[in-house]
């Protein structure tokens, strides 16, 4: 991989640096007003993160879904296509793959057949707001946005009645078979198989298609200019359209990654919002694969870290959230808080 | 967004350094300037300098002309006095008094407005509705009042407007009115024109001028830039003529001449160009019955029968607005056809995909480069490569080869003489001449059968526009047939072996250079005969 450092990727490092500190400076002012010191806050969370093997592993462990559905929104954000609706497609492919997981049972193809159905099914539910969108001119913000209600209520109606577990109570499916399970690479801990596709091989094969291929040119320039796109030749709705698609395919594997590597079951709770926390990295990352993936390691490192900080410093869970807003806000602002700086000298425009 | 200014003061330095030397040596007393500035240096964050050592000055009531070849600095020039650039250094001084001008709304109170090349008005407002934006900055919007100050100003200066027409409905000539009126209304004394006339007709031109007189003649001073020498002689007082970023002279209008500005503008410039007559073959385009719906549903083309001939420049001659747009967007593929059909010899191109088209070897040089014919935020060869970088050698089973797109890069870059820091530069830190040179460029380097050129020479300095006309003429001897919309009539005469005029949607006369009637020309263009 080529990392030549341009003064635009130097100015995309400042924007993100930026964001994450004034974010880390306004949820300092919350630590204050709870009652609680926000270096050694800071601390506990970089503690629970990183503190030992077992918990940097979790941290990877956490990145994983967070890389993998930000890395398909950078390719539809890279396109302008804001695609809001990650959450929804994560849990469709989860559950179109748990079904095949387990109606397969103990086979070889088990685990690449349910691989492959759950990208289909994420690739199936971002196609209905790709085609609105391409054929309609809908605008995919809001449908993308809904379809994600449609589809966690759906996959919960899936898991009450038809495809509930015959061997617990609770409204879930049955167990997967073990051919589906993702091996253990590192014994006594959660490293699953999953996490090494994710970051080895995933990530690889996204900067790879962003930067190095047609497919990657024509999503820079319909994403930049559409009109000139249209009049050099590029097929403008089809590059759109697979945008959005291929957003939804990485969406559906990190679902069931998230089945086939740590619950083992589908549920209705598989995910704490990875569909929303990848909108926070794709942005914070620039939608650039290598930034994306910085950015997901980031927001996994809060994650788990903020649920030993909460129990040490006995402060509420919800900090996560709370940086995850005030991330957005300062990323979306940090083009003209960049603006101002260089005005103001402080940085060399 | 608001930030606390401690948070950043430290690192804080002043990149500008306004020194308040006294310029009494100067043999002009500093009042009657209008805007002085001296040792002007600007240098863009690429490393670019585009200004050095500038040295300029308008006086009250004057027309002054900026002339430079592509490049030159003309444009960041007058983007430092309107305030939309800071320059690194250097002295401004406006009405004898020295200041910093930060941004457009300082320069506006100072008295300087600018007219910037791509229009700056919201298509879908009304004129009133438009001028009002930039006028109550505050407070409740009171368009009467403003109708009001519209007509007072513009009867002051009679430059008749309707302040309720939509902008999206005024041709290209009275929406640059608006501009012009925008900035009057806000009782700015110096206006400052970037290339009004590259896509005005000759007679908006003249309507223009018209205007720029009245102007003068009130007391106010126009800056303009242009590429047109005659344009200049014909309404400036002094020139300035800038050359790679420095100033070259200033001169008395009356003082010079054509041949004497040209070869100042391009050092050593004499004209070369020999134009001489194609001969045409075989029919390769073949329109036949062609109706075409414009933007609001109207028929902008009206049942259109033509004929174009390898190795035959077609002139396309009329008024912007009677349908050249919508034809010339229904033979690329950019516009449905609603009746009739387009044939390349025996290849059906009716309502075909543009890509296709394109495959088929026509190129289309659009009018509007900025928004149709660039991606701004991509590198020059990347761009370069917009038609072609799904065939081999660019890219092979879609994998993109930089390489290969770079190399043709630097070839096109070098025969065309694109003004670029590096082929990998974006966009949008060349100069207008010099975006337009890399899509005429690219569209005339590709193999095509037809090339359909829309004012293929707008924005470009004298040898630019000159290598283009060869390398058009170079096309037509090797067969290639191109259509040729140009609101410079002097073009389309001086190339085209056939010219067509269109008015209301038609073809309503047809000359051969031989058989041209200039005077019958133009009363067809205005839909008389
Ligand atoms: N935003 C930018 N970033 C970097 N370089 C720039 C930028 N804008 C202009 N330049 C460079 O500065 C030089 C002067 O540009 P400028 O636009 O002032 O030329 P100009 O005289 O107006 O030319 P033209 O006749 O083509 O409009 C050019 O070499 C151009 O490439
Ligand atoms: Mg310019």
Redesign the interface.
Known sequence: MELKLT?STVRSIYKAVISIALALVVTSVLFIATGANPILAYYYIFVGAFGNLNLTVETLVRTTPILLVSLGLAIAFKCKVWNIGAEGQLYMGAMAGTITAVSLGNSPLTLPASILVAILGGMAWAAVPALMKTKLGINEVITTFLMNYVAIYFVQWLLSFPFRSPDTLFPESAQVPQAAVLPILLPTTRLHLGVVLAIAVALPLVYFLMI??????KL??VG??P?????????VSRTIFLALVLSGALAGIAGLFEVSGIQFRMRGSLSPGYGYTGIVVALLGQNNPIGVFLSSIFLAAIFNGSSTMSRVLNQPQGVVDFIQGVLVIFVL?SE??MR??EK???F?? | MPLSPIFFKKTKFEVEKVSNASTESDSVTRSDHSIFVRGIRKTYPNGVVANQDVTFSILRGEVHALLGENGAGKTTLVKILSGCLTPDSGEILVNGRSVRIEDPIKAVKLGIGMVHQHFTLIPTFTVAENIALSLSLSGRLNLDAVKGKIKEVSKNLTLEIDPDARIEQLPVGLRQRVEILRLLCQDVDILILDEPTSVLTPLEVEELFKTIRRLKSKGRSVIIITHKVKEALAISDRITIMRGGRVVKTLPTISTNEAELAALVVEGFASSLRVDRGKPGEPVLMVKNLSVKGKRGEMAVKGVDLVLHAGEILGIAGVAGNGQKELVEALTGLRRIESGTSLLKTCDLTNRPPKFIIRKGVSYIPEDRIRRGVVLSMSVSENLALKNFEEQPFSKNMVINRESIDRYASDLISKFGIRASDPCATVSSLSGGNIGKLVVARELSNGANIVVAEQPTAGLDVKASEAVHQKLMELRSKGVAALLISADLDEIIKLSDRIVVMYGGKFVGEFTHDSLDIQKLARLMLGSA
């Open positions: 003064k190095k291929t047609t497919f990657g040119y820079r320039a930049e200019n009109e000139a796109a249209r009049f050099g030749g590029i097929n602002g003209y808080i101002y700086l103001k000298g402080v060399k425009a």
